[in-house]
């Protein structure tokens, strides 16, 4: 179970940008990074679908074909998929059930969540595993 997770603080600001900007639709990227230990994951890059297969104000989901190439692409650089980010406009940074699903569908280790209410951000990082949110570690 991991309890830390390493991010850029620039790369994760862009998202809760694109996520206000975005409002009232959900936005999702894919996680791309590496395993340091049990307790840690360091998130290398954000990576953005070129279109969503749905997009509305409680659901977001990538093209599956899109999502396989991310994945091909982090192995290639010694990297993985860890996981994903999405927001949850006008709802709390908590995993919903189809947020657990989708983790331990597609075999992600962390789940990160930015609300979105009043123009402000929110953001949290879960692990299918534990109901207690990860710490954030800048780097």
Known sequence: MFSKVKVKRGALNHFRKLAREAFPLEIQAVLVGKIISVNEVEIVKFVYAKEYATQTG??????????DKVKEQAAKMDLRVVGDIHTHPSWDAVMSKSDYEACITEQLSICGIVSVLKNKTRVRFWVPTSSLQCKIVYL
Request: net charge negative; proline share 0%.
């Open 58 to 67: 409680g659901s977001v989901q990538w093209y599956q074909a899109e999502f």
